[in-house]
């Protein structure tokens, strides 16, 4: 009996030995925009074994956006790295003993949730080689935040909306900006269950990333105030929402 032990033990330690670690970087890119890092909270990133689900790494993005020039202006060739030092990267080493296929979630920013997106891919990991410089997944969409929400309104009165609006990334946008939001629709809306009954257009308030509008407070009860934002160019869009009481 202690002989078969033995071998088993034997066993197991000649098939652990066979495991290579593989060093792993995952970058999340802001759709038309920066890295997601510390700033915005960082990027929860999941690494996963597809065929039986196990975990194998974990943790959240951490570092700045990146080199601005680098990643938006500068013309790149096939092959050029727009990662710079400190850009905000998730890095893990798994130990894996033959080609295993795994799934990367990322969702973000975490400093956001309403404003949260998630986006998975699916790679290979093969034992011996490293993603030397990581894999780079975009993230789709924009930050929005209701800024001073009323609660309650009467009848007819003028509803103030105010929000910000930037890149996942944080960073700023502006009219003619490099974030130009010339391009984008924001709206404001009053909802009654799924009847709209008033919407109107925010504007730029003169200070970076704020825009606002009033909108008429048309009916009574609880409606819903929601604000978008979409660019059509780049497929980023975001929507927030908050309820809000009309009396008589």
Not at 211 to 229: D, Q, S, T
Request: some cysteine.
């Amino acid at each position: 009996m202690n002989r078969v032990i033995v071998l088993l033990l034997m066993g197991l330690a000649a098939c652990a030995s066979l495991a290579e670690p593989v060093n792993i970087k995952v970058r999340v890119l802001a759709n038309d925009a920066k890295f997601v890092g510390t700033s915005m909270g960082g990027v929860r990133v999941v690494i996963s074994d597809i065929e039986n689900g196990t975990v194998l790494a974990n943790g959240i993005t951490r570092g700045a956006t990146g080199d601005t020039g680098l990643i938006m202006r500068k013309p790149r060739q096939r092959g050029a790295s727009i990662i710079t030092d400190g850009a905000a990267v998730f890095s893990a080493s798994i130990d894996i003993s033959r080609p295993t296929r795994v799934r990367i979630e990322a969702s973000g920013p975490l400093g956001f949730l309403d404003s949260m997106a998630q986006i998975s891919v699916t790679h290979w990991l093969i034992p011996g080689h490293d993603i030397v410089d990581g894999w780079t997944m975009t993230l789709p969409g924009f930050v929005l935040e209701l800024i001073d929400v009323p609660r309650k309104a009467g009848r007819g009165d003028d509803i103030p909306v105010h929000v910000k609006l930037v890149m996942m990334c944080g960073c700023p946008t502006e009219p003619g900006g490099l974030w130009d939001s010339d391009q984008y629709t924001i709206k404001g809306q009053l909802w009654s269950g799924d009847r709209l009954v008033s919407e109107t257009d925010l504007e730029y308030t003169g200070t970076t990333s704020h825009y606002r509008a009033v909108i008429p407070a048309i009916g009574a009860g609880v409606l819903e105030l929601l604000v978008y934002a979409v660019d059509t160019s780049t497929g980023n869009t975001a929507v927030v929402k908050a309820p809000l009481r009309v009396d008589e």
